[in-house]
């Protein structure tokens, strides 16, 4: 029998903290009709427009299949555009359209306040601790 208990795993607890955040903010996509997969290229393509496919589905953590169903989705929907690189046509470049950012922009704030509330447990202190050693751990992996 191990000396660790599950609880005591870092995967696990990893895991735990990402579902139990993710799923509170989810229920705030399904309001706006939004998938947490869609959120995700969404949110990318706020963060950094001109986007490349391959480097967009490294960002959202999928696989670039799946990546490139939603964004024919989302495209379909009128909140994204594909632009042909003028150096190289082989290049597309990904980047919401007004009607796009007009869905993402509320979205953004409220996921501002519900980070907030996520970290509110946190001193400010353990928060840039919390941060940076987030930051140090997804670097080495």
């Known amino acids: 029998m191990s000396d660790q208990h599950f609880d005591d795993y870092l995967l696990y607890q990893?895991?735990?903290?990402?579902?139990g955040a993710s799923s509170q903010f989810h229920a705030e996509l399904t309001k706006s009709?939004?998938?947490?997969?869609?959120w995700r290229i969404l949110y990318c393509l706020w963060s950094k427009p001109d986007m490349r496919l391959t480097e967009l589905a490294?960002?959202?953590?999928?696989?670039?299949?799946?990546?490139?169903?939603?964004i024919v989705q989302l495209e379909q929907e009128g909140l994204i555009k594909k632009?042909?690189?003028?150096?190289?046509?082989?290049?597309?470049?990904?980047r919401l359209t007004v009607k796009g950012r007009k869905l993402v922009q509320p979205l953004i704030k409220k996921s501002?306040?519900?980070?907030?509330?996520?970290?509110?447990v946190l001193s400010k202190a353990d928060r840039v601790?919390?941060?940076?050693?987030?930051?140090?751990?997804?670097a080495k992996l």
């Open 14 to 19: 990893l895991a735990m903290v990402s579902h």
């Open 83 to 94: 632009t042909i690189g003028p150096e190289d046509r082989r290049n597309v470049y990904l």
């Open 112 to 120: 501002a306040q519900h980070e907030d509330q996520v970290l509110s």
């Open 58 to 70: 490294r960002h959202v953590l999928f696989k670039q299949p799946r990546v490139t169903k939603q």
């Open 129 to 138: 601790k919390f941060r940076k050693t987030l930051s140090v751990l997804i």
């Open 33 to 38: 009709g939004i998938k947490p997969v869609a």
